[in-house]
Structure formats: structure tokens, C-alpha cells
């Protein structure tokens, strides 16, 4: 029943579906598992960049069309995500991470019409803000490298409508929402140190739950039909994580000193 629902929300792709099925058998593993380097009661802070790869398995793809004889092309293409990020443990094996991410998605547009001098293309890019907020358990391989995954959400904030031309066209791409949803799952391996802080590489899979733009690109044309392409953003991607974590402590336990009863020897 939960592999059936979970495929009817990634479609064809299983990346998310294989993510959540990771995290879930690490959980159980980080449960009996003794972490002598644990992450209980640290907080720290660092900074991350992501790379953004696109790919038709994620559904980002390139979407084709051809209407009253022209032809429209768009395509997601490289990107980043750079921010920071807050990590607090919670057990030897669990912690919670928070923090704040400008994300830039890169797209390019084309528009041909066959046997004729009109082939025009740019690009554009979207710009967000995300917050995550994901759970993340711990498996310790040596005395300093660890294995992670996580699993969570995102608030995702987009700020604008945005408009471009050509010299023979209009393209207008407005948001569906100003703050949406997605489903993070990251996978990883970090090298930490007490002095040094920790080095984090690994990947992320940011899911939305909903398409993130509706684009529109008019084609009119005194010759032709005027030509009206329409597609929907999914925001889908696939990230490279470089992170850094500086230094920190333990925190500390307030414990209360019993006082003596007068009363007993």
C-alpha cells in the first residue's frame, strides 16, 4: 500500500521512492548502532553549495512542441544552490537540520520555424529561497567518517512573475504560488574532525509537491497562425552538496547537586 502510493507520486521516477526506503532502513539501523563520535546535544552551523544537474529521469527534461508550424523548445539546465545550514543533534545517531538557500534554476528557450530565417533562443533563470527542514540519522564507518541520510521538507519562496522577449516572440512565466512544498532526500558521507570542523559531500533530491511556474510563449505572426505554447515548471532537481561545518562543542548538562539533609548523618 505505501509502495503503491509513493509511486503514484514520483511517476515513473524512483528516486524519491528509493530515498525514503534508504532512509528508513538506516533509521533502523542507526537504532542499534553505538556512535562513540555522536552528535548528541551539538550544535553547529556551516555553509553548503549544490550544483543543480538536470536530467529526463527526474522529469526536468527538454519539452518539444510544435504548434501552427512553429517550433518551441525548453529546457532546465545547470544551476546552484548556496546557503547555510543549522544542525542540531538530538540522540548519538539523529539530528535536525534548518537553515536558508537562494536557489537559481537555468532554463533555455528556443523558437524555430522550419524553412524560414526565424530561429531565435535565450535563456532565463528562476530565483527561490528555500528553508529546509529534514531529520537526519548517523551510521559511524571510522573513527571519523560517517554516513548520513535525510529525509524532510522544504518552504520554498518565489518572489516574482518574470517576462522576456525576442525579436519575434513573448515569453511570460508566472508562479503558481508565492510559497509552496517540496520533499528533500539527501544522501552522504561526512569526514569530521574536532579542530578542523566537518567536510560533507554527498547528493540531494528536492521534490515540489506541485509545478512551480506556468509558462507562456506567444508566437504572433501576420504570415502564420498566431502560435501559443503552454507547459507547466515542475522546479524537479538533482544536486551535488559540498558542505563545511565549523568546530564545535558538546553542550553542557546543567545537573543539580543534591544537598545534604541536614537531618542524616
Known amino acids: 500500500m505505501l509502495n503503491q502510493c509513493f509511486r503514484t507520486y514520483f511517476g515513473n521516477s524512483l528516486a524519491g521512492w528509493m530515498a525514503v526506503r534508504s532512509f528508513l532502513v538506516v533509521v533502523l539501523c542507526g537504532c542499534f ?9 551539538i550544535i553547529t552551523a556551516g555553509f553548503q553549495f549544490k550544483p543543480i544537474f538536470s536530467s529526463s529521469f527526474f522529469r526536468t527534461g527538454p519539452v518539444d512542441e510544435t504548434i501552427n508550424g512553429v517550433d518551441f523548445h525548453l529546457d532546465q539546465r545547470s544551476g546552484f544552490c548556496l546557503g547555510m545550514v543549522v544542525r542540531k543533534g538530538i540522540t548519538n545517531t539523529i539530528s535536525f537540520e534548518t537553515g536558508i538557500n537562494l536557489v537559481k534554476r ?9 524553412d524560414s530565417a526565424v530561429d531565435e533562443s535565450s535563456t532565463y533563470s528562476i530565483t527561490s529561497y ?27 519562496f518565489y518572489p516574482n512573475d518574470f517576462k522576456t522577449y525576442g525579436d519575434n516572440y513573448v515569453h511570460f512565466s508566472a508562479r503558481e504560488k508565492w510559497v509552496s512544498t517540496a520533499l528533500l532526500a539527501n544522501i ?3 569526514y569530521r574532525t574536532e579542530k578542523s570542523g566537518f567536510i560533507y559531500l554527498g ?35 538533482l544536486t551535488f552538496d559540498i558542505r563545511y561545518f565549523f568546530p564545535s562543542k558538546p553542550e553542557k548538562m546543567n545537573k543539580r547537586k543534591k544537598r545534604n539533609d541536614p537531618r542524616q548523618g
Open 33 to 41: 548502532i553505538e556512535n562513540t563520535n555522536a552528535q548528541d546535544r
Open 106 to 114: 537555468n532554463f533555455g528557450l528556443s523558437v524555430t520555424v522550419p
Open 130 to 156: 528555500e528553508v529546509p527542514l529534514q531529520g537526519l540519522v548517523f551510521i559511524q564507518l571510522s573513527d571519523r567518517i560517517f554516513m548520513d541520510v535525510a529525509l524532510g521538507f522544504s518552504l520554498d
Open 188 to 190: 552522504g558521507w561526512e
Open 203 to 237: 547528493a540531494s533530491f528536492h521534490r515540489p509537491f506541485d509545478f512551480i511556474y506556468y509558462s507562456y510563449i506567444l508566437y504572433p505572426n501576420d504570415m502564420l497562425p498566431t502560435a501559443e505554447f503552454q507547459t507547466q515548471i515542475q522546479g524537479n532537481y
